[in-house]
């Protein structure tokens, strides 16, 4: 089973890394492989509402995504992180989450009828991570809701959504190890739902 983490700060090193990098050893505990992307760096440009995936369900801009499509696919869940920009996700984990666009199918006829590929060739699981440096869960706005809506609508169930209040300085979510074994707990869930998924599938 592999999943595949990624974090959506600019922020090398920072808060969203380490609490994604925990959900990941929660989930490599369990037997796991994973892998740890940052967007951080990467080219990833905006989705330019073309609608050339509309058909063949893949994105004709040809830049980082592409790479990133191919792991997404390879993966059986995901581990998605983002700090709260302004009671959003930050640009970066936008620009990744409208890039998904093309994992949706749409009703020629009626636009209301729509599904994600994903569901129709086997759900996947997810779990997100939101970061913020406020105390009060409502500083954090939309970051958890963009993240969560974004990946049920492309065929993710999400299993878990760890929120992560009052970090601010790069890293001091390294020494919170409370939050940590949230985070850890979380990945240990994502593990165990794929399990889970796999003993169904075996017993028809
Ligand atoms: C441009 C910007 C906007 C931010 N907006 C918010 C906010 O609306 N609410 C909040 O609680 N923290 C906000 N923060 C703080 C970050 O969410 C916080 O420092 C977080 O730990 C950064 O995560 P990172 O270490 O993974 O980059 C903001 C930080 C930046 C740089």
């Known amino acids: 089973m592999k999943i595949l983490g990624i974090s959506g700060s600019p922020r090398q090193g920072g808060n ?3 609490l994604v990098r925990a959900v990941l050893e929660g989930a490599a505990a369990r037997g796991c492989d994973t892998e740890l992307v940052s967007l951080g ?13 509309a058909d063949t369900f893949r994105c ?9 499509y191919q792991k997404l696919e390879e993966a059986d869940g995901l581990v998605l992180g983002s700090p709260t920009y302004f009671y959003q996700v930050t640009g970066l984990t936008k620009l990744f989450l ?17 599904l994600s ?4 060739f086997g759900l996947k699981y997810a779990v997100t991570v939101a970061v913020c440096e406020q105390r009060d869960e409502a500083d954090m706005g939309y970051t958890s809701i963009a993240m969560d809506r974004t990946l049920q609508a492309v065929g993710y169930r999400v299993v ?5 209040l009052r970090f601010f300085a790069r890293g001091e979510a390294r020494k919170d190890e409370e939050q940590l074994e949230k985070a850890r707990r979380a990945g240990n869930r994502l593990a165990d739902t794929l399990l889970l998924a796999q003993k169904v599938r075996q017993s028809r």
């Open 98 to 114: 409208d890039r998904l666009y093309a994992y949706e199918a749409f009703d020629e006829k009626d636009r209301s009828v729509w």
């Open 160 to 164: 878990d959504s760890v929120k992560a």
């Open 16 to 18: 969203t890394e380490t």
């Open 117 to 120: 590929p994903n569901e129709v």
């Open 41 to 53: 760096g990467l080219q990833i440009g905006e989705c330019l509402g073309c609608n050339q995936c």
């Open 60 to 68: 004709v801009l040809r830049d980082d995504m592409q790479r990133l």
